[in-house]
């Protein structure tokens, strides 16, 4: 719940919303043209061979996360006050997600 | 009221428990976890005492507060009083949470100690190596070394580390001496490693640990050891005992075969006769049981070929009606079959 | 309890953060979050699985390496991606309470969304023929499982907004549809952020030998 | 909503309502009536189970048959008996814990429901056709891909009908318990039981999609020739072992936690005193939960994945003990200085203690890796798993069941009959599998159904057959005493046991459908102890009487519900019977979509109890209050 100053009128308060407007326009753009230049980077990567073995997981993995981050706070405003519950149970749900994944990468042969 | 109450009826089994109790012991040698023949159940048996002697005191002080705590504040009829409302004890807290950290490390460091050691195989690799194999419902033992394989029952030799590589044909089952040693499971496709080593002479008996399907109570097997010298033998007779009979069986001579011979070769040594889609019999006469449970006698030998189904729900070996083996041929194969023994 | 516990913006006419302005739209808000968290899991499964599979029975010349399209990967994953960017459009939109933009944002979305699908649904196609099927091979069942599951949550998504749209086109928007579209543009987005493992664990690091 | 659509309720009663209803007092009996009729199920196969080993080489049933029964009995038992009952629990008491006229999602709360309720019919319908699934209730994979039989179709599909009801139910408390407390009711001024739901909840969230996932991949294997399991193939049976206890341990702390909420509840009650150590309740429920998450490992300790592993997971499991033991000693020095008195709810609480920590015991054993390569798969399991199970969970329930059924049905059970019930069911569980600890390191394995002579075993197992038999008498008074109250026309007054401490006991008896007619205003832990201690009759309230908002029935759910059921029952024929099967399915995925397709589609603004009725109500209780 904002509260509104009642001083504010109506032209101020549709001028400053216009500029919050453009800032998280230009916040999401910028965060889709990071998405995109790392999905580049990710794909030029490995097409082009550039990465050694060894390193092609780690390196894509590391990609992947910064993406799904940028996902998560900047398109999905994970962030916005009053989401520590959400925040809470995402992180334990990542939690449990990588210690399936981890799992059934390592412990099964 | 609920001490007294539970202590009468207490009274009222307790003789009947403890009757149960001297009855049964530990169980029977052969078999028992609580009585180990070999050094894997001795160590898992240290252990298991170790940490019953951590529960039994963590168990004596709740006991101790729990007794005191319904005995001594009932309320009593009449009292409509309130108690002091407490909120907790931090100095308490910190303790019931110290004492049980400490006990389980007492607990974690022999754990992961005895953890390692089990899983070291290397010894028992230089002694012997036996692959084992589980199938619906019997066991397939190889000593690939010694171009030797057996069914049903696995022999080893006494005082010596025994390397044991397990998998399956077809779903999981699991390997099981609890006088010897805990069990491994058998997964099909991959392969799994344990040692295992008898301290005396003597017969083990085996058990499958892993629901497989209906007859899964009755894939019993058995562990033989052997003193050396009598194992050393043991692996030279199964061997001629099975060139004897390839030979024999290969001969194609049917003039020289006895009616038992001719029927075995001609219903049973198509599955038989590799030791891999069902067991070899090369020794049955030696076996103790047949198909792992029943007596070994001609009775049920003769039940087992006509209707396996009957005995052993959901086996692979297809019964032998009349049609396929008469009465007669049966009695003969059946004392053909109780011949085959090892000079 | 209170539909109206928050007052309209005056400029916008709704209130602020309308998709959470009433108690069942934050319950919803709240609930999709933590169903989420739940497919966070759900997928993790799925990958783990493909990961413990992968390559595992697929013959000669059907190992990962050899089969996938890339350059159709690279343009699902465009399409993708931008549609993950105009359902943020859309509920900025939405926000403002401007519903031509956030109708129009959608189906632009709904757009890059089927286009996608029907990229897989080639793709898809393509494996089968060269041999590549579910039933080949455990690394056949694990993928199909893992991108199709994806693709479902896809076409579920589709179906899901479209829905809406339908429905609302001649409303406006109000504290009861808001949350609504709210939350089918969060699983739109989580829809992205498994494509992206998907596209990183499974088809680029299946390009490493 | 433009226009609130005022107006009354159409007259609730009947099948109808019972069929339509969104109200999560009426869903919390409707689960606790299924939950109970399961036990029963479960428990003749128990007693089946039991009879065919009260002496070797018994012929009562075959290998197979009795594969079945086990099976269904673990199956039942977890998922259609124990589980659902305490999400009963938590629909009866948790919102009015807290002080909230419903739920969250009313809808989705009745359609967590019916597909629970249909999954386990459909589970169930497996006997009729023959084929019950054999495969133990972990269904292994191989074993549980052979397609030979329908059964295991039946446990993939039922598992996963009602798996989704489970996870609604989980989505649904989080939120309410997130989202719906009345004004004043911090989270650390919530109910035990509360936190409990909570966490369980957040536990159902995070374990049921991985079942969810092992559930869909035997399904493709079993039905479309998939081969994740399959070796030939390339596929890997440790696979589904990992998901399915990824899912499975979580679950036993899913049952676990919720009834030690519910002693949390009863204790303090008749002993008049708050919980010892609330803070650190909260705390260490919560660690159970998280550290519930990292142990599974523990039930594939001898499956082979190497000494490094057996050793972490171990060691893992092993720090578990200590928010146990936390938990344990509060609940004792919530004993200790109290004013102890016993009616049967408190009897279970107490019983539990001692119950529980042996079973508590033997799992730590249990977690001990290299002993357990000795315990695995044997009697030491079943009677430790038992041990928790029935002597925490059953014991749980059966004490929840005393405590609230007042609350939910203004009536109470007989306390002569609940105390000779408690006293069967107590020594016939002791007696039943304190033995099978004998057994199971004299070298029984489980799920045996039957065993030679001279190995042992005779004394025991006949031992924990008799047990069994008093189960089962306890069992049968428990149904008759219920049945006796049901039909009985005396009701209780608001606070039956006197000495209530939290939000439910302020309300009258029987409940109105709003619960509250004003919400409460929370002030302290125990708020409704805090307000009796000052003196007043009942809590204070935070809003004037007004009108009050309500969820419409719906029919919706159960058709949802049923067309999954007949889904799932024509994919499993369509191998048998062919095209009749196909015919099924597709009818009841079209009833399914349609139903969602109506619920999208149509708009439900509930409607408006007024005023001046719930003035009528308050008048009326009060004048009672008087008497
Ligand atoms: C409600 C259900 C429930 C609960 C609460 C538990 C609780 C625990 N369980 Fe159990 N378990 C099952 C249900 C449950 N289990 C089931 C169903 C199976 C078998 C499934 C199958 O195979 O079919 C199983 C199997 C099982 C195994 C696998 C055995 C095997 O198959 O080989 C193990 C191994 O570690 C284990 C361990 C534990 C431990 C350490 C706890 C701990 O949480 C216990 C903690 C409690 C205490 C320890 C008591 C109180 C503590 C104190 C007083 C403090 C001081 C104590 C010490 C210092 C020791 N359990
Ligand atoms: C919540 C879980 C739960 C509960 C409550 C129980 C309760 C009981 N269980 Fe078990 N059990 C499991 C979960 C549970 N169980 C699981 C998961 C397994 C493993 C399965 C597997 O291996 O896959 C198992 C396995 C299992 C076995 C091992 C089978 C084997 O390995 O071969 C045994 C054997 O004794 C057993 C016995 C019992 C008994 C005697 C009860 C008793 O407490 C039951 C008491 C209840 C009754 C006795 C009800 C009696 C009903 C009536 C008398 C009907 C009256 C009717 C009317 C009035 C209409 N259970
Ligand atoms: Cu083989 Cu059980
Ligand atoms: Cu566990």
Not at chain 3, 73 to 97: H, Y
Not at chain 4, 46 to 72: C, H, W, Y
Not at chain 4, 83 to 96: C, E, H, K, R, S
Request: charged content about 15%; some cysteine; aromatic content about 14%.
């Amino acid at each position: 719940m904002e509260k509104h100053e009642p001083q504010v009128t109506r032209n101020q308060l549709e001028l400053e919303m216009k500029a919050d407007r453009s800032r998280e326009m230009q916040l999401q753009l910028i965060s889709f043209a990071l998405m995109i230049f790392l999905t580049l980077i990710a794909f030029g990567a490995v097409m082009a061979e550039l990465m050694p073995h060894w390193a092609a997981g780690g390196f894509l993995v590391i990609m992947a996360i910064v993406q799904v981050y940028l996902q998560l706070y900047m398109f999905m405003h994970m962030n916005n006050k009053g989401n520590t519950w959400i925040k809470v149970m995402m992180a334990l749900g990542i939690f449990v997600a990588l210690t399936i994944v981890a799992t059934l990468r390592l412990l099964i042969w | 009221m609920v001490v007294k109450k539970s202590g009468k009826m207490l009274f009222r089994l307790l003789p009947i428990g403890l009757m149960a109790l001297l009855l049964s012991g530990c169980g029977i040698p052969e078999l028992s976890a609580l009585q180990p023949r070999g050094e894997g159940a001795e160590m898992q048996l240290e252990i298991i005492k170790l940490s019953l002697w951590v529960m039994l005191f963590v168990l004596a002080i709740v006991a101790v507060i729990y007794v005191y705590v319904l005995m001594k504040f009932r309320r009593k009829s009449g009292d409509n009083t309130v108690p002091k409302q407490v909120e907790g004890n931090h100095t308490l807290e910190i303790i019931w949470t110290v004492i049980p950290i400490l006990l389980l490390v007492v607990l974690a460091v022999p754990t992961i100690k005895t953890t390692v050691e089990l899983a070291d195989a290397k010894e028992a690799k230089k002694n012997e190596q036996i692959n084992v194999t589980a199938n619906l419902y019997w066991w397939e033992f190889e000593y690939p070394d010694k171009g030797v394989s057996t069914g049903q029952e696995l022999v080893i030799p006494v005082g010596k580390r025994v390397a044991v590589n397990l998998t399956s044909k077809d779903v999981i089952h699991s390997f099981w001496v609890p006088a010897l040693s805990g069990k491994t499971d058998t997964n099909p496709g991959l392969d799994n490693e344990m040692w295992l080593q008898a301290q005396e002479a003597g017969t083990y008996y085996g058990k499958c640990a892993e629901l497989c399907g209906p007859s899964h109570a009755l894939m019993d097997f058995k562990v033989i050891a052997l003193e050396q010298d009598d194992y050393d033998a043991w692996l030279k007779d199964m061997k001629t005992a099975k060139e004897a009979e390839t030979k024999q069986l290969d001969a194609k001579n049917e003039k020289n075969w006895t009616t038992g011979e001719q029927v075995y070769a001609q219903n049973c040594l198509s599955c038989h006769g590799g030791g891999k889609v069902a067991p070899s019999l090369t020794n049955f006469g030696d076996r103790q049981r047949i198909a792992g449970y029943l007596d070994h006698d001609k009775e049920n030998l003769e039940k087992w070929i006509r209707n396996p189904q009957k005995e052993k729900q959901g086996t692979k070996m297809p019964g032998f009606s009349e049609d396929k083996i008469s009465d007669e041929e049966l009695s003969e194969l059946a004392d053909y079959l109780l011949d085959k023994k090892l000079q | 309890m209170g539909h109206h516990s928050v007052p309209n913006n005056p400029v916008t006419g709704i209130p602020d953060h309308v998709e959470k302005a009433t108690l069942e739209g934050k319950n919803k808000y709240v609930a999709f979050w933590f169903f989420l968290g739940g497919e966070t899991t759900l997928f993790a499964s799925l990958f783990g699985t493909y990961i413990g599979l992968h390559n595992s029975g697929a013959k000669e010349g059907l190992r990962s390496y050899d089969i996938f399209e890339m350059e159709l990967v690279f343009i699902m994953t465009m399409l993708l991606l931008t549609s993950s960017l105009t359902s943020v459009l859309a509920m900025m939109a939405m926000k403002r309470n401007d519903v031509a933009k956030m109708k129009m944002w959608l189906i632009i979305t709904l757009v890059l969304g089927l286009a996608f699908l029907a990229g897989e649904i080639y793709e898809f196609n393509h494996y089968y023929h060269i041999g590549h099927t579910f039933t080949s091979s455990a690394f056949g069942s694990a993928f199909y499982t893992l991108v199709g599951f994806h693709g479902a949550h896809v076409l579920f998504g589709l179906l899901w907004i479209s829905t809406l749209l339908i429905r609302n086109w001649k409303r406006g928007i109000t504290v009861v549809n808001a949350p609504k579209y709210y939350v089918s543009s969060l699983y739109w987005h989580f829809i992205d952020v498994v494509w992206v493992f998907i596209f990183s664990v499974v088809y680029l690091m299946g390009m490493v030998k | 909503m433009g226009t609130h659509t005022m107006g009354m309720p159409k007259k609730k009663s009947g099948i109808m309502d019972w069929l339509t209803t969104v109200d999560h007092k009426k869903i919390g009996i409707l689960y606790i009536i299924s939950g109970l009729f399961f036990l029963l199920v479960g428990g003749v196969e128990a007693l089946m189970i039991r009879f065919q080993l009260i002496k070797p080489m018994n012929d009562f049933v075959s290998g197979e048959l009795f594969n079945q029964l086990i099976t269904m009995h673990g199956t039942t038992m977890i998922f259609l008996a124990a589980m659902p009952m305490l999400i009963g629990y938590m629909n009866a008491a948790v919102p009015l814990q807290i002080g909230a006229r419903d739920v969250a999602f009313p809808f989705l709360n009745a359609l967590g429901f019916w597909l629970f309720f249909f999954g386990g019919v459909l589970l169930n319908l497996s006997w009729f056709f023959g084929a019950a699934p054999n495969a133990g209730w972990t269904a292994y994979a191989p074993l549980s891909t052979v397609p030979e039989s329908l059964g295991v179709d039946f446990y993939s599909l039922g598992l996963q009908i009602s798996g989704f009801g489970t996870l609604m139910g989980g989505i649904n408390f989080l939120v309410t318990i997130l989202n719906m407390r009345a004004p004043g009711m911090k989270l650390m001024r919530m109910p035990l039981f509360t936190w409990t739901a909570f966490v369980a909840s957040a536990l159902i969230v995070f374990a049921f999609p991985p079942l969810t996932v092992g559930l869909f991949l035997l399904t493709f294997e079993r039905l479309f020739g998939a081969h994740f399991f399959d070796p030939a193939a390339g596929g890997n049976i440790v696979i589904w072992e990992h998901l399915f206890w990824i899912f499975g341990h979580p679950e036993v702390y899913i049952l676990i936690l919720p009834a030690f909420g519910i002693f949390s509840e009863i204790i303090p009650t008749f002993a008049r005193k708050r919980l010892f150590g609330y803070t650190t309740m909260v705390f260490a429920t919560m660690l159970i939960g998280f550290l519930g998450f990292m142990v599974w490992v523990h039930h594939m300790f001898t499956v082979g994945l190497g000494p490094v592993a057996n050793a972490i997971f171990a060691v893992a499991t092993m720090a578990i003990a200590v928010p146990t033991g936390v938990k344990i000693f509060n609940w004792l020095f919530t004993l200790w200085g109290g004013k102890l008195t016993f009616p049967v709810a408190m009897l279970y609480s107490v019983a539990f203690i001692p119950s529980f920590l042996v079973g508590g015991m033997t799992g730590v054993m249990l977690s001990v890796a290299p002993a357990d390569y000795q315990y695995h798969d044997s009697y030491f399991v079943v009677a430790h798993f038992h041990y928790v199970i029935v002597g925490g969970v059953v014991f749980g329930l059966f004490a929840g069941l005393y405590y609230w059924f007042p609350l939910m049905f203004g009536k109470q059970l007989n306390e002569f009959w609940g105390k000779i019930q408690f006293w069967l069911f107590f020594i016939g569980f002791h007696l039943t599998f304190f033995p099978q600890h004998i057994l199971g390191l004299t070298g029984m394995p489980r799920r045996v159904f039957t065993y030679l002579p001279n190995q042992g075993w005779e004394t025991m197992n006949l031992l924990s057959s008799i047990g069994a038999a008093f189960m089962g008498v306890s069992t049968i008074i428990l149904v008759v005493s219920i049945v006796a109250a049901l039909m009985s026309k005396e009701y209780v007054k608001r606070d039956v046991w006197g000495d209530g401490r939290t939000l439910e006991w302020t309300l009258p008896v029987p409940t109105p459908e709003y619960n509250f007619a004003q919400t409460p205003l929370v002030k302290g832990l125990d708020t409704y102890w805090l307000e009796k201690m000052a003196g007043n009759k009942t809590v204070s309230v935070s809003e004037e009487v007004g009108d009050i908002h309500m969820p419409n029935n719906s029919i919706l759910p159960f058709v949802m519900s049923v067309g999954l059921f007949l889904a799932g029952l024509g994919f499993i024929l369509r191998l048998d019977y062919g095209t009749v099967g196909l015919v099924i399915a597709l009818i009841g995925l079209a009833m399914t979509l349609f139903a969602m397709f109506l619920r999208s589609w149509i708009d439900d603004e509930g409607y408006y109890i007024p005023k001046s009725v719930i003035e009528e109500d308050l008048r009326l209780e009060a004048e009672k209050e008087a008497k």
